[in-house]
């Protein structure tokens, strides 16, 4: 099941309110175990745009809105066993969060993610990729560079220094 609530930030006071009035529990099998993916348009990126100076960190405010979702769930006796928070800039609007819940591929195994920062994570599956290519010559310096460029603009993207720069 898919949800989307608008004008809406995991740091609202009243994101409980908003979670029980958005999901349906009638709509749960009690016997199933499930999976829950969150995309939330993550404010504490500078203005769509990666840099050296935005925290990439993972904070208390995560935690405290996948306990709002664990709790809501376990409220009504539903077994959530994955909760995955990823937060965003690209592919999302401000004050967006998409909730999907999915039946669990895996039994009895709890586990929280949490990703502030998608984009770094496409970024560097496309750079390893990149990488490879020009290493094994399959691309010429130049496409490199270029394809390197095409990557940063698509995910919004303005400078990563060096490989852990982004890290804090």
Do not use: W
């Not at 409980?16 to 348009?41: M, N, R, V, W």
């Not at 993972?58 to 664990?70: L, S, V």
């Not at 769930?73 to 609007?93: D, P, S, Y």
């Not at 310096?141 to 060096?162: G, P, R, T």
């Amino acid at each position: 099941m898919k949800y989307n609530l608008k004008n809406t930030r995991i740091t609202d006071n009243d994101i409980a309110e908003k979670i029980s009035g958005l999901i349906d529990i009638a709509e749960y099998d009690l016997k199933k175990e499930y999976d829950i993916d969150i995309d939330f348009y993550n404010e504490d990126l500078d203005k769509d745009k990666l840099n050296t100076d935005v925290s990439f960190e993972i904070k208390k405010h995560h935690y405290e809105f996948i306990r709002y979702i664990r709790n809501y769930f376990e409220k009504h006796n539903i077994k959530i066993n994955e909760v995955n928070l990823i937060g965003a800039v690209t592919n999302i609007n401000i004050g967006e969060i998409d909730i999907e819940v999915y039946k669990s591929k895996y039994q009895d195994f709890r586990r929280n993610d949490i990703v502030p920062c998608r984009e770094i994570y496409l970024y560097e599956d496309g750079k390893k990729t990149l990488d490879i290519m020009l290493k094994t010559k399959q691309i010429s310096e130049e496409e490199y560079e270029n394809n390197i460029e095409i990557l940063q603009e698509e995910l919004s993207i303005a400078e990563i220094e060096d490989e852990n720069g982004y890290i804090n």
